[in-house]
């Protein structure tokens, strides 16, 4: 690929300020005038040669015609040219930045400054159409704001001059459809022919977003888009931002009527309504028709054959939709274009996104697929519930019987009293015969005859006395017996009695809810025939409202979903920005980790190189002390105990050395010893 040119006329190329499917924008350098001027660049190579002839004639034509456009709100164009196989013009530098940038970065417009932008949008186009210049390319990429915030209308690259300065030949093609879907007018979309009032729709879709934060008219695909400005009616502003006055509706509404002579006949009429809208007054007169809304039905690509051979129609279709992801466009575009330059790649590309591939829906389908096997397990599940709780019920009901039966079987308050009765009077006959038994059999054999009659007579009268409270006992326990038996016998009889009166009680009570439930019953009939016949008279009033309910739901539903993708990608945003954040810390506490390591090593190693050589062990002591795992443990430590070792030894030699010098002082001092004479 040959290097673009450094110099395109007289002009010093800088650099690339922006591209598009017929060229791009630069920035360059006027050398004569020593200034900063933005050259647009027109790519004529891609034209077959008739059709590159006519370009070139229309655009010197229309290019000195937007060159007449001196106004301060409008990018002024000093000069324009060929030069081999490109076409330039030689424009205005704004050292600013685009309304689009401002409109998708949610920045909310004050009502004010919307007024003011718009004000003076239409004051530009106002001027151009009174020069006979159509813009044919309204958009908020077009329009830029300078260093002091004034409006400036760009890019007049795909404006033409009207019917009174074009030829005969040219005339017979009632317009091209070159510009940018979304902003685009139905007869702009339809090829039909076109005025001033293509650009007034194309302002009004603009005014939309300003007011609303979204566009009128919004798709999957191009084809989409269109069909919806042809046919479809978009919500009213003021059913998204309920701050407006229905006067911005009616402006609105005005701007983007489908035929062209319900609209504004003249930009200047659209800022008039705008400011009248914007004091609180009448936006349009009560004389001038608000809305009519004749449908167009024609089919886009039915409409002057002649024009859809246009090979600069051809290339600004195919950069409206090139990034497009739906096969429809692609169709359209061959459909419209069947000997078209891109003819073959837009049949590539239709059939790629039919088949199927990586490329077109299968995100959608798997989504699609999750969402049925979801649905598909939940069902079972939903089913599954009603007869787990019943089996449940059915498996707690024994369980239940049988606790009332074991709390019932637990409580005999009579028995219970029986019991405590008769117990110390079996236990005091069980005594008594243990003490006669011992007495009678035990004790004989160890007594005396008198002492065992003694014993006998008084084993008698135990036994007498024991059988006389055992019968004592038994009489008493039979009374008690009695008593309780009344007792209980009275409990019942009064709790039969209670019950009887209770189910009285509920007998009277169920028949007066009965005859209130059937009092009631006549009185809502009553009330539901005065309704009915008051709903009827009112529903038509009905329907209408709930017609608007509904729309507004709808805008209010849309609005939070918008408002949900937003918030969810502002938190992936910042979880990203987290991740990226914690990420950096880490890292720079592995840097600190590592200096200190090295640090530490270099010390180390410092404090190996002044010890390793030394004599004295606690030097190696305090390298062990201060490293107790460091690199040179253990030949410090080896170092350490052979310095110890010739220590000990060294000490050895000298107590051998002092012990062999104490021995050779004792000799010396036995050979003087004097012995005297002995007589």
């Not at 020593?34 to 059709?51: F, N, P, W, Y």
Request: glycine share 4%; net charge positive.
């Amino acid at each position: 690929m040959a290097a673009e040119p450094k110099t395109l006329g007289r002009y010093q190329l800088g650099r690339v300020l922006g591209k598009g499917a017929m060229g791009s924008v630069c920035e360059a350098l006027d050398p004569k005038l020593h200034r900063k001027v933005a050259i647009k660049t027109i790519l004529m190579g891609q034209l077959d040669e008739e059709t590159a002839k006519d370009f070139s004639v229309r655009f010197e034509r229309e290019a000195r015609a937007v060159a007449r456009l001196n106004h301060p709100n409008i990018v002024q164009v000093y000069d324009f040219g060929e030069e081999g196989d490109t076409a330039y013009l030689v424009m205005e530098l704004i050292d600013g930045k685009e309304l689009k940038s401002a409109l998708t970065t949610g920045r909310p417009f004050d009502r004010k400054e919307c007024v003011r932008i718009m004000c003076e949008l239409l004051d530009a186009l106002d001027f151009a159409h009174e020069a006979k210049v159509i813009h044919r390319d309204i958009k908020p990429a077009n329009v830029m704001f300078d260093s002091q915030g004034r409006t400036k209308l760009t890019d007049f690259g795909v404006a033409r001059v009207t019917d009174a300065d074009r030829t005969s030949a040219e005339r017979t093609q009632a317009g091209t459809v070159v510009g940018t879907p979304a902003y685009m007018s139905p007869e702009q979309l339809q090829g039909l022919p076109i005025d001033r009032r293509t650009d007034v729709f194309s302002a009004g879709v603009i005014l939309y977003q300003f007011l609303t934060g979204q566009k009128p008219f919004t798709g999957e695909g191009a084809w989409t888009v269109q069909k919806k400005i042809v046919q479809d009616e978009p919500p009213a502003p003021s059913s998204i931002n309920v701050a407006l006055s229905p006067e911005f509706d009616r402006v609105v509404a005005k701007a983007l009527a489908k035929d062209p002579n319900q609209r504004f006949a003249t930009a200047r009429q659209f800022a008039d309504a705008l400011r009248r809208a914007a004091e609180g007054k009448p936006a349009v007169p009560e004389a001038e028709p608000t809305l009519v809304v004749p449908r167009y039905t024609p089919a886009p690509q039915a409409t002057h054959p002649e024009a859809l051979r246009s090979g600069e129609m051809e290339l600004e279709f195919w950069r409206s939709i090139k990034d497009s992801d739906d096969a429809n466009d692609f169709e359209l575009y061959v459909r419209q274009f069947p000997q078209g330059v891109y003819a073959s790649l837009a049949a590539r590309k239709a059939a790629k996104l039919r088949s199927g591939s990586p490329a077109d829906d299968s995100g959608t389908r798997t989504m699609a697929g999750a969402d049925r096997t979801r649905v598909q397990r939940s069902v079972p599940r939903a089913e599954a519930e009603p007869s787990a709780r019943r089996e449940a019920a059915e498996s707690a009901h024994p369980a239940v019987e049988r606790t009332v039966k074991l709390a019932s079987a637990a409580s005999p308050a009579p028995t219970g009293q029986k019991k405590s009765l008769l117990v110390p009077g079996i236990l005091g006959v069980m005594l008594l015969s243990g003490a006669a038994a011992y007495f009678f059999v035990v004790k004989p054999g160890q007594q005396s005859t008198a002492q065992k009659t003694e014993a006998e007579a008084k084993a008698r009268r135990d036994a007498a006395e024991a059988a006389k409270a055992e019968a004592q006992a038994r009489r008493e326990a039979q009374v008690q017996a009695q008593r309780e038996a009344e007792a209980q016998a009275q409990r019942e009889a009064q709790a039969k009695r209670d019950s009887e009166a209770q189910a009285k009680r509920a007998g009277e009570a169920q028949a007066q809810r009965e005859a209130e439930l059937k009092a009631k019953r006549d009185a809502e009939a009553q009330t539901r025939r005065t309704a009915a016949a008051q709903a009827k008279r009112e529903a038509e009033v009905q329907a209408k409202r709930e017609a608007e309910a509904q729309a507004r739901r709808e805008a209010e539903a849309r609005a939070k979903r918008e408002t949900e993708a937003k918030a969810q990608r502002e938190a992936e945003l910042k979880v990203k920005r987290e991740a990226e954040e914690k990420a950096q810390r880490e890292a720079k506490a592995k840097a600190q980790r590592d200096t200190e390591s090295k640090a530490k090593l270099a010390a180390e190693s410092s404090l190996w190189d002044s010890i390793k050589s030394s004599r004295n062990a606690a030097d190696f002591q305090k390298y062990l002390n201060r490293y107790p795992n460091g690199q040179y443990v253990e030949p410090a430590r080896q170092r350490m105990l052979a310095l110890e070792e010739q220590k000990v030894k060294e000490q050895e030699q000298r107590a051998q050395e002092a012990e062999a010098r104490k021995q050779k002082d004792a000799e010396r001092k036995k050979s003087t010893i004097i012995v005297p004479p002995t007589f």
